[in-house]
């Protein structure tokens, strides 16, 4: 009797998980989500959560989630998956089960290719107005330097509105993560361009996240996860955007 309640649960449990319900934020913008006519394009989320679900003979349901909502969301099992994320940026990451590594990046300070900076220590920053996504955290060093008044931060809900403000000059400099500036540096052709500073001031792993609903494959989805890793198609997927 036991044995057939066990194969009954795993069998609801099997019909409801045929769906992958992939989290993602507009805030995190292009080249992570893109976004037209209200619906979500094209971008990495969409691309990393089809791979995944297509290995995993899924279908995938993309779900709007705000970026201080996804824990709870995750919690409650409203979205069962997130990636290109970190245990340290999932309030309550222990109660979720993590793939390994997928990607790794780095926050660069980015400014307008007009203007005299050159970033390759913490002092170039000094006196200056740097944009940063609102709650993003850096480097000690960095943060320190923040701390102490030394540059003025200006906090921004998204990207496009910082880069906005960057061009509008606003602001003199932008923290960015490396793969969304190589990919402004493509796609805005007619913008100001843009320099990179040599000066890393975060370095983050990247994981998938996945819900406690979808522990009966928890073999399964790490295992395709894995295969999508040796197969080389994160990579794929990033350098398409680069």
């Not at 705000?66 to 222990?94: A, F």
């Not at 400014?111 to 993003?136: C, E, H, R």
């Not at 850096?138 to 003025?152: E, S, T």
């Not at 073999?219 to 197969?231: A, C, D, G, S, T």
Request: charged share 20%; glycine share 4%.
């Amino acid at each position: 009797m036991r044995l057939i309640i066990l194969c009954l649960i795993l069998n609801n449990t099997s019909l409801y998980a045929m769906e992958l319900v992939f989290a993602f934020g507009p805030g995190n913008g292009e080249p992570f989500t893109i976004i037209k006519d209200e619906q979500l394009s094209g971008g990495l989320f969409k691309e990393i959560g089809e791979a995944l679900a297509h290995n995993l003979d899924w279908t995938v349901r993309f779900r709007h989630a705000p970026t201080k909502r996804v824990s709870q969301l995750l919690m409650d099992g409203d979205i069962n998956s997130i990636c290109l994320t970190h245990p340290d940026w999932i309030e309550d990451s222990q109660k979720l089960f993590w793939s390994i590594m997928i990607a790794q990046d780095y926050d660069h300070l980015v400014s307008l290719s007009k203007k005299p900076f050159n970033f390759n220590q913490i002092s170039d920053l000094k006196g200056l107005k740097v944009g940063a996504m609102t709650g993003y955290i850096y480097f000690d060093f960095f943060m320190d330097y923040i701390q102490k008044g030394h540059v003025i931060r200006r906090d921004f809900n998204n990207l496009s509105a910082m880069y906005a403000s960057l061009w509008a000059e606003r602001i003199d400099v932008a923290v960015d993560s490396l793969i969304s500036i190589h990919y402004r540096t493509k796609i805005q052709v007619n913008s100001p361009a843009l320099k990179v500073s040599n000066l890393a001031v975060y370095r983050y792993d990247l994981f998938c996240a996945f819900s406690e609903e979808l522990m009966p494959f928890k073999e399964l989805i790490l295992n395709q996860v894995k295969q999508l890793r040796r197969k080389g198609e994160f990579e794929r997927i990033l350098n398409a955007y680069k």
